[in-house]
């Protein structure tokens, strides 16, 4: 998979990687100490709208890489398994956002701004989904002794995860629909043509 990525993709994916490790440590909208809410993922993202699923899978995949290997995740990881679902699985999934990157790309391109901005918000929904769904598994088997004393487990991490995927969603979503609105050549490579102006999309 990687020699039919190409060099540029590769750059570009460790790139936006190191990007999203340094944005999650920044501080974050602390909800309570299982809930926390940033804006990490959305080097990913960009990526999934510049490449589509495999370069953004795989940016998510070193993302978690960095997490564990530079010890952002000590105290994170209780078993090996559970530190690869949650590192490596989970991460790798925010690239799901990449299967909508033909469409995105073809509304740009056709000057349909809200169209196109409609699907990014769809995207980065689907990819953050795609992306706690681990740690909701995860936080059921692994840390369902830590849930609140005659709290259910499953719910616990649902509940937990639920309300971090749902707000980073949308926190995500607004940052990229500001970004995208004023500079949607951020996505476009230079193979892809150039997006049409006002006067040509009237």
């Given amino acids: 998979m990687l ?11 460790s790139f936006f990687a190191a990007l999203a490790f340094i944005f999650d440590l920044l501080p974050s909208i602390r ?30 995949f070193i993302w978690g890489l960095l997490q564990v290997a530079l010890g952002d995740a000590a105290g994170s ?24 990157y033909k469409p995105v790309q073809a509304a740009f391109r056709k000057g349909k701004k809200t169209s196109a901005l409609f699907l990014v918000i ?13 740690h909701f598994i995860a936080g059921f088997i692994f840390w369902g002794e830590y849930a609140p004393e005659g709290m ?8 937990a995860n639920g309300v971090t995927a749902l707000g980073a969603a949308v926190l995500c979503s607004i940052l990229l629909v500001l970004v995208l609105s004023s500079a949607p050549a951020l996505i476009l490579r230079k193979t892809t043509a150039p997006v049409p102006s006002s ?4």
């Fill in 3 to 13: 020699k039919k990525l190409g060099l540029v993709a590769l750059i570009e994916a």
């Fill in 77 to 100: 990881i209780l078993t090996p398994l559970q530190g690869f679902i949650e590192y490596f699985v989970a991460f790798a999934f925010t690239g799901f956002a990449g299967f909508f």
């Fill in 31 to 60: 909800l309570s100490p299982s809930i926390s809410i940033s804006f990490a993922m959305v080097p990913i993202f960009l990526l999934a709208f510049r490449w589509g699923f495999k370069v953004s899978a795989l940016a998510g």
């Fill in 152 to 159: 259910n487990p499953v719910w616990f991490s649902l509940v």
């Fill in 122 to 134: 769809m995207a980065v929904f689907v990819g953050s989904v795609a992306r706690y769904f681990w």
């Fill in 199 to 202: 006067k040509q999309a009237s």
